[in-house]
């Protein structure tokens, strides 16, 4: 008696078609890694302590989610970057923020800083402009609601004054 084929559960298709994206783009990392331009300079990695990918070969591996995406594609590019590296270089000694890598992006994707708005948030945005000063970030909080526990009450209070 032949044993009885496994039945395909269909749950609307989303957990696999999202678990099937995850695996695409992972085996698009992996590829990555291995572009001739890339390798190249991960072999140069002990000297020069960066690798540049072009926004051009992210898109040729279909990996433009880096826009939505950001950090989570930017610690998934990282750690095959890293385990290239090892293969490449086992002797080769990274801090645990390391490889570092720079992404050149299109000249579209670039943005002049006065346009940054909160459209941008969560996502990788590349800023025009020069910087005059580094210091401690400071946030600026506009308005802010507090709002009671127990009776629910929402006040409403405007500020002016940076926090920091």
Excluded: W
């Excluded at 279909?62 to 290239?84: T, V």
């Excluded at 670039?110 to 945005?125: E, F, M, N, Q």
């Excluded at 402009?129 to 506009?142: A, D, E, N």
Aim: hydrophobic share 30%.
């Amino acid at each position: 008696m032949n044993p009885s084929p496994k039945k395909h559960v269909n749950n609307g298709g989303f957990k696999d078609s999202s678990r099937r994206r995850e695996e695409e783009i992972e085996a698009a990392i992996e590829r990555l890694s291995r572009e001739p331009e890339i390798e190249h300079q991960l072999r140069d990695y002990a000297s020069k302590r960066i690798v540049t990918i072009p926004f051009e070969t992210l898109i040729k591996y279909g990996l433009d989610q880096l826009i939505a995406k950001p950090e989570k594609m930017i610690e998934a590019i990282k750690k095959a970057l890293q385990i290239r590296l090892e293969y490449i270089d086992p002797n080769l000694q990274l801090s645990e923020d390391e490889p570092f890598f720079d992404i050149v992006p299109f000249e579209d994707l670039i943005i002049d800083a006065a346009s940054l708005t909160s459209d941008y948030d969560r996502k990788l945005v590349f800023i025009k402009g020069v910087v005059t000063k580094v210091g401690q970030l400071r946030h600026k909080v506009k308005n802010y609601v507090y709002e009671c526990n127990s009776c629910g009450k929402k006040h409403h209070r405007n500020n002016n004054k940076r926090s920091g």
